[in-house]
């Protein structure tokens, strides 16, 4: 083979395409079409969809918290050298054109070997972001989000914005800078700050005022930064209630909002949210989404799941329809998750050890999230739950003192005045029949 002839890592597959519900072809679309028009926008629009390099390429690749010998093996992870890396641009890449996905995402040390020191680290990132802005305009694929990961290194045990060591935050803010210059090099349209330690054991040997500060100004510097380098991508901050701190400070999405609003962030940070934390909060799977939403700071998703049963982060690719018309309704009721989308930070199973399965598990996530859109659009295209929802809150509607309530303008005394004058409020109906509109749009 002459040096010019391209190497294919994955010639028994071609291009996914759409065959239809019918279809028993595991690698082909059943209810994922990209161009077809649903609500006004095309499907890719809607769904925009990622995939994640850290599970994908080079994560833990079959490892559990019980072994961290990978089951995942591929041909082109031959080492850690910096060809290997590089490679791994090519691998990636085919991939995302097969699949027909229009983005990527990455952490820092997803895509370049660190290296002996933080300025080798730096120096493999700028050749492998060469590489991948190539790429980019080569397939047309672009770049979701990229991150820095604050969280692996043993520096940063303790956290890293949040960390008692002052050279621990400092690497931490030289990563986060690196990684903003990378991220508008390759024209990023989200950039996510996950605090994967930003955390406590134990609050006994903690200043919690003291980190939340720190974390405060980390990330009002980095805006700071984002500014001065003219980069336009939106901010994201991720939640996770615990795992692997005991406590993490970025609880969940109100609690993240609330810390965004203390501290003046509020118009500069909206939140990623990935279900499987929500699920780790406690909450419904969607429960994170729809907060988000109705506060206007959902920013995009990591759109995993999680087994009710498993205390940790197992990182499933999405399979429940309904779960799927839940976080897809949230998505269409705002209008669409633009500059955000949906990444796919799931891991195959340590026993999915195919190639192929690489492709089969994305398929079947995209297609419940299609599938998903299919069933949200229906729902609010038939009107039925916002006909219940505006019958449900009429009274608000038709009383000129609810008015000055939700104007801000009504007083304590008024209300009183009110209420002395009333009837006894009548009881009505909830109309709790959206689960039932839900199981039929998922049908």
Known sequence: MSKKAR????????????EGPQ???????????????????????????????????????????????????RPWDKDSSMETFLTRVDVAFEF?????????????????????????????????????????KETGVKLLWS?????????????????????????????????????????????VFWGGREGFATALNTKVKSELDHMASFLKMAVAYKKKIGFTAQFTIEPKA??????QYDYDAQTVIGFLY????????????????????GHDYEHDLRMASALGMLGSIDCNAGQPYLGWD?????SDPRKALLSMLIVVEQGGIAPGGNNFDCKLRRESTDIEDMFIAHIGGMDCLARGLIGACKLVQEGLMKKALETRYSSWNTSSLAKKVEDGKATLEEIEAYALAASEPKTSSGQSFGEVALLLCCK
């Not at 190497?7 to 759409?18: L, M, N």
């Not at 027909?100 to 050749?127: I, K, M, R, W």
């Not at 960390?163 to 990023?188: E, I, R």
Request: hydrophobic letters at 30%; glycine letters at 4%; a negative charge.
């Open 7 to 18: 190497t294919e890592f994955f010639p028994s597959i071609s291009k996914i395409q759409f």
């Open 23 to 73: 279809s028993t072809n595991p690698l082909a679309f059943k209810y994922y079409q990209p161009d077809e028009v649903i609500m006004g926008k095309k499907m890719r629009d809607w769904c925009r969809f990622a995939v994640c390099w850290w599970h994908t390429f080079n994560g833990q690749m079959g490892t559990d918290p019980f072994s961290n010998v990978k089951t995942h093996l």
């Open 96 to 136: 995302f054109t097969k699949l027909g996905v229009d983005y990527y995402c990455f952490h820092d040390v997803d895509v370049a070997p660190q290296g002996e020191s933080l300025t080798e680290f730096q120096s493999n990132l700028d050749t492998i972001s060469d590489k991948l802005l190539s790429k980019q």
């Open 147 to 191: 991150t820095q990961n604050l969280f692996s290194h043993p520096r940063y045990k303790d956290g890293a914005a949040t960390s008692p060591n002052f050279d621990s935050f400092a690497f931490g803010c030289a990563q986060t800078k690196k990684m903003l210059d990378v991220g508008k090099k390759l024209n990023a349209e989200t950039h």
């Open 242 to 247: 615990r795992e692997p701190t005991a406590h």
């Open 262 to 281: 203390q501290h003046g962030l509020e118009n500069d940070f909206k939140v990623n949210i990935e279900p499987n934390h929500t699920t780790l909060a």
């Open 314 to 318: 197992t990182d499933e690719f999405p």
